[in-house]
């Protein structure tokens, strides 16, 4: 049985019957599920910039870090945007405690995102070990935000805008 599909129990069921339908869309298509997939790529291109580093010494892989950290925290930033929009406006979403958990992963990520871009700014060659550390860290938060969000999407069927098909 899914948490919210307990008819009996009359605090899951009231949750059930609130609206789930994204707020933040284009044309039918929600912006948030549009944008994740850049942080996703950026984080996991930013650790593979750092082991090809790691491996060769070759500075070509500091300014491709330096470049995916940055564009993964700001397009991370965009996402969170639409996201955090997504769960202040649409009651069936804030009423869900799987939300709340993505988005607390997903914060804690766009912090550590933040902080692996911050360091290569202030300091190229800091990439080992900190940046690589860092870029470790923010690919186990994406693995952990990423998987609650699809937990939301496809386990509660959450920010769906399904269209008639006539
Ligand atoms: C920072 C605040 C964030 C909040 C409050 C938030 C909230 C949400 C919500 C409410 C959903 C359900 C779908 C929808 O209504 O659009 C969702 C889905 C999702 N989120 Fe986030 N999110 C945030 C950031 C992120 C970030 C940075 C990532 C990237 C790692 C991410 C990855 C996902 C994924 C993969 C899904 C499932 C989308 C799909 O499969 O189409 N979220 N998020």
């Known amino acids: ?3 919210t599909g307990d008819k009996k129990n009359p605090v899951t069921a009231a949750v059930g ?9 284009i044309a039918g298509h929600p912006l948030h599920a549009m944008s994740v ?3 996703i790529a950026l984080v996991m291109a930013t650790l593979g910039a750092d082991i090809f580093y790691w491996w060769s010494a070759d500075p070509f892989w500091i300014r491709a870090g330096l470049w995916s950290a940055g564009f993964a ?7 969170g945007v639409a996201g955090t929009a997504e769960l202040l406006l649409v009651s ?4 869900r405690v799987a939300s709340w958990t993505h988005a607390i992963a997903a914060m804690m990520l766009l912090s550590v995102a933040g902080a692996n871009w911050g360091l290569r700014l202030a300091d190229e060659t800091a990439v ?5 550390m860092l870029s470790g860290l923010a690919a186990v938060l994406t693995g952990l935000a990423g998987w609650h969000g699809g937990k939301l999407i ?10 008639a098909k006539d």
């Open 1 to 3: 049985m899914d948490e």
């Open 17 to 25: 019957e609130q609206d789930i339908t994204s707020a933040v869309a």
């Open 37 to 39: 997939h850049f942080p």
């Open 73 to 79: 925290f700001a397009s991370g930033v965009v996402a």
């Open 92 to 95: 069936g979403i804030r009423a």
């Open 128 to 132: 080992l070990p900190h940046g690589l």
């Open 154 to 163: 496809f386990h509660h069927g959450v920010g769906l805008m399904v269209s």
